[in-house]
Structures are given as structure tokens and as C-alpha cells.
């Protein structure tokens, strides 16, 4: 996000510091820093044609001279003094679909919306095809150059010997992942939405790594004869490891479709600071609150989807500084309600010995029963849709953990779902994307106040691909090392068996690799 926030300052305590004036075994509410958080829009001494805004770390100035673009440079990792030509725009924004006109806007263009989320296995036969299907994204698990023929037999690997612990894991939540149910049931909801608030769109789904794909909904999307298309990754926060590998699969795609190059489209990669999403956290988080016996007491603690710390370091992932804000900006809105309680913010679901962001949502847990806390709300906040880390990894292991650590009273706020608020703020996010669809140039500045970032599929990935290849893998192969997650495995003796078992498939021209297809038979 693009700010000046305590909440990424040095000097700010961490987001499991709190202070304890109330009582010194309970602890209190987290001194929120003064927040001067704005989104800015960098303006270059040049012509502008372009103005995209990436918040914080995603600030970036695009300029266009007389030979065409001149780059994107992302500014808090330049060296070039960008602050005075950094425009404020309100870090909460506000919804204003009901300025725009709508049929000036729309015309005889047929709008689309591509709804972007991760995929998971209805059911157990899925699980290692879906696994499969993860593991070989170059973005998960990234081999040097002169192993990535090996991404799929390591993939093929992986998948085969993690899918039965995996598939004990989806079996306690029913047998199969409900996302796509869900994420289908968000899709008509926000076509409905989308139709009451006069804009006649047709809302598509594609999911990364299982049905229906990204590709099965692009050519849905050209059996329709769709001429504006509007990206939504169902993911709040933008984070180069979600919403960028969809974007990434999402670009390649269009590189390779004539009718696709000439479709107008833009992209919306974040939307965590709209006022209805965060009004509709609060009301959730409020709702659950008065289920305790002493609301008051109750700890807010926020979990969020981890991302490797060299993702934020080394590449300018903005993902940990919106998740901040975001919870700045709930916690706000709870303030207006007289809510006061104490809350943190950690980070689950992290794979591999490589670090990632901290605190750990394990290790806060038991942090937190050290000290006395006795009441915990878990809050998904990286999450829209109820899956396997809300409904298995939350609601199982992390509660059975908190109650071994002394917390007597757990509760979990659901996710946003269908939530009608939610909803609703979604549909008007992508009629105030319309404008700006196929027309990167933001001239009305004053009209960009009120509007979520923008910008295609090309710009925003623009911004972190000068680092991306330096960058450790989610999954990674060449180091030691264990966690207790439930994905954990040893990259570098999975790499050695790997190895090993490729070198008797060449010799022997036998083994299940042939079997399966990856390797073909010269026999």
C-alpha cells in the first residue's frame, strides 16, 4: 500500500506487541500507530498516460515519452527521490457506482467478469491430480534452469506421496474442498448484483490448479463474444504468490490468443481497503463476538495466509503491508462501534524450511495461552471462501492447539461468503473498474480517488518480474530442514529420490514414470 503507516514503520511495535493497561495477564489492545496510510498515485516529471496505483510497496511510476513506455519502476526499491511528485488518495475507499453512467459506459459492449481464486479437490479421487496440478507451477516450486525438466516428474513425485496424508485432511471436511461451490454461488450473487445495479454482465470462474481451470473459463468467455472484461481475484490482499500466478497463467493465455490481445480488459488486484469489505468484516467479527460469555475479553486474533518472507523483502511484494492496513482498517471500524478489543495478526499455512512472513500462527497461539489469554476469536482474513485452512487447519488443528495451550473459549468468524454487503461492494468495485477498461491513461485524478487500483494483466506483473527469478520458491528443494505444517516434506531428499529414480527410468527404460506417461517408451 502506498503509506506512510506506522503499521510498516521500524519504530512501530510488532503485530503481536500489546499493552496491558487494563490488566497485566490479559493482553490489551494493540497501540494502532497514527495511520497517515495513503494510496498514492507517482506522477512523473514527463507526460503521464498512466497512473497505477500498486499501494505501498506496489507504488510505481509509468510514463510515456515520445518512443513509448519508459518502464515501471517500482519507487520504494528505487533510488530516485519519487516522494514529491506522489499524489494522496483516502486509504479507505468508498464506493461510487451510483456517479457513473452506466449505459454511456457499457453501450453495445458485452462486459464480462472473470473471477480468479486457487481450485481444490471435490473429492477424494481429486486430491492428487489437484496436488499435481500445484506442485508443477513453476511459482510453487521453482528449480534452477537446468533442472526445470524435472517440474513435472517432481510434481508427479510430490503429489503421489503427499495425497494420503492430504487426503485424510479433506476427508474431515467432508471428503472435498467446498470452493468452487462456493466461489460459483459468489459468481451468480454478484451477476445478480451486477444486473439490480443496470449493468447486464456475465460473471465467469477460473481456478489455477483444478476445474473449472482459467482456461476453460477464457473460452466460455469467447463462446460469448465478451468485448470488456473485468479481472477479479478473489483474493483481498494482492500477493505475487495468488493473484499473481493467476495473473501469470492469465497473461500467457492472452499472449497466445489473437482474439484475446485485442480484448479491452483490466485488471482489479486488490480491494481490501473498500469500505463495504471491511464493513462487512466488522459486522462478521462483531456477530461472533457476542457469542462470548465476556465479548469484551476476547482476544481478535487475525490469520492470515503466509507468503515467503523473500517475497516482501527481496521482491516488493506488497501482500504484508495491505494485510496490515486491512486490519487497521477493520479494527478502525470496530473502534466507531465501541469495540476496543485487544487483537494480533500472524500467518498460517507455511511450507518448507524457507522462512516465511512472521509471527507464525502456531507459535502465537501458544504465545498467547503463556499469557494468560483466555477468550480467542480466529478471524480468516485472507480468505473469502470457506476451504481446507479455514474449515481443517483453523478450525481443527489451531483450535485444538489453543485449547492445549490454556485458551478456555474459542470461536472462529466464517468467511465473508456470500455476504450480502460484501457482495454488493464487489459488484460496485468492478462498475467503477468500467471506465478504465482498455484505457489505462488516468487523467481525472479526482475521479481515481474513489477507485480500487488499476491495470492490466502486463503492468501489474511488470512490477515484480526484475526480481522474480531471484526469488525462493513456496516449496523449496535444496535445503534442509522440517516444519510442522501438514504440507511438510524434505525438499532435498524428495529432489535425491527424484533423482535417483529418473536415472533407473533412463537406464531401464521401466518404472512408473513410463507407466504414467511422463517419460515415453523408445522400446
Not at 168 to 186: F, N, V
Not at 248 to 272: G, K
Not at 321 to 343: F, G, P, Q, S, T
Request: aromatic share 10%; with cysteine.
Amino acid at each position: 500500500m502506498m503509506m506512510n503507516c506506522g503499521a510498516v514503520n521500524a519504530t512501530t511495535p510488532s503485530s503481536t506487541s500489546w499493552s496491558a493497561s487494563h490488566s497485566s495477564k490479559v493482553p490489551m489492545l494493540l497501540p494502532r500507530a497514527i495511520c497517515t496510510t495513503q494510496r498514492m498515485c507517482c506522477v512523473s516529471g514527463v507526460h503521464v498516460d498512466a497512473c497505477v496505483s500498486f499501494n505501498v510497496s506496489r507504488n510505481c511510476a509509468v510514463a510515456k515519452d515520445s518512443l513509448g513506455w519508459s518502464g515501471t519502476s517500482p519507487s520504494l526499491y528505487s533510488k530516485q527521490p519519487f516522494n514529491k511528485f506522489l499524489l494522496p488518495l483516502k486509504a479507505l475507499v468508498t464506493s461510487t457506482s451510483q456517479d457513473f453512467p452506466i449505459a454511456s459506459l457499457i453501450g453495445e459492449e458485452k462486459v464480462g467478469v472473470l473471477l480468479l481464486n486457487l481450485g481444490g479437490p471435490e473429492t477424494l479421487e481429486d486430491v492428487q491430480p489437484f496436488l499435481f496440478n500445484l506442485f508443477a507451477d513453476p511459482d510453487i516450486i521453482r528449480l534452477p534452469r537446468l533442472f526445470r525438466f524435472l517440474q513435472k516428474p517432481l510434481a508427479q513425485f510430490i503429489s503421489v506421496a503427499r495425497a494420503p496424508k492430504s487426503k485424510e485432511g479433506y476427508a474431515s471436511i467432508g471428503g472435498g474442498s467446498p470452493l468452487r461451490q462456493i466461489t460459483d454461488a459468489q459468481a451468480e450473487e454478484l451477476r445478480k448484483s451486477l444486473w439490480e445495479k443496470q449493468v447486464p454482465a456475465k460473471v465467469y470462474v477460473g481456478m489455477r490448479y483444478w476445474h473449472p481451470f482459467t482456461e476453460e473459463a477464457i473460452e466460455q468467455i469467447k463462446r460469448d463474444g465478451i468485448t470488456k472484461l473485468v479481472v477479479l481475484p478473489l483474493y483481498p490482499q494482492f500477493s505475487i504468490s495468488t493473484s499473481g500466478s493467476s495473473l501469470r497463467l492469465l497473461e500467457s493465455i492472452f499472449r497466445e490468443d489473437e482474439y484475446l490481445v485485442n480484448m479491452q480488459h483490466t485488471v482489479i488486484p486488490s480491494w481490501y481497503q473498500r469500505e463495504g469489505y471491511i464493513k462487512a468484516m466488522t459486522n462478521l467479527i462483531e456477530k461472533e463476538l457476542e457469542k462470548f460469555d465476556r465479548p469484551e475479553q476476547a482476544m481478535i486474533f487475525f490469520s492470515a495466509h503466509g507468503v515467503p518472507l523473500a517475497y516482501v523483502e527481496e521482491a516488493g511484494d506488497p501482500y504484508k503491508a495491505e494485510m496490515e492496513e486491512c486490519v487497521d482498517l477493520i479494527m478502525e471500524e470496530l473502534e466507531k462501534r465501541k469495540i476496543i478489543n485487544a487483537y494480533t495478526l500472524a500467518y498460517q499455512s507455511r511450507v518448507g524450511p524457507v522462512e516465511w512472513l512472521k509471527p507464525y500462527t502456531d507459535e502465537t497461539i501458544i504465545e498467547l495461552g503463556k499469557k494468560g489469554v483466555k477468550r480467542l476469536l480466529a478471524v480468516p482474513i485472507s480468505f473469502v471462501s470457506e476451504h481446507i485452512e479455514t474449515l481443517e487447519e483453523i478450525d481443527v488443528e489451531y483450535k485444538e492447539l489453543a485449547l492445549k495451550s490454556g485458551i478456555e473459549k474459542w470461536g472462529r468468524v466464517p468467511a465473508l461468503g456470500c455476504e450480502p454487503t460484501f457482495i454488493s461492494d464487489l459488484a460496485d468495485a468492478v462498475i467503477e473498474s468500467l471506465p478504465y477498461v482498455g484505457a489505462m491513461a488516468v487523467s481525472n485524478l479526482e475521479a481515481r480517488q474513489s477507485l480500487v487500483p488499476l491495470g492490466s494483466v502486463e503492468e501489474l506483473l511488470a512490477v515484480y518480474d526484475s526480481k522474480r527469478r531471484e526469488l525462493p520458491s513456496p516449496v523449496t528443494v535444496w535445503e534442509w530442514g522440517w516444519t510442522r505444517s501438514a504440507e511438510t516434506w524434505n525438499g532435498r531428499a524428495a529432489m535425491l529420490a527424484v533423482l535417483v529414480l529418473l536415472v533407473l527410468e533412463v537406464t531401464t527404460g521401466q518404472g512408473f514414470l513410463h507407466q504414467w506417461g511422463i517419460f515415453p517408451s523408445f522400446h
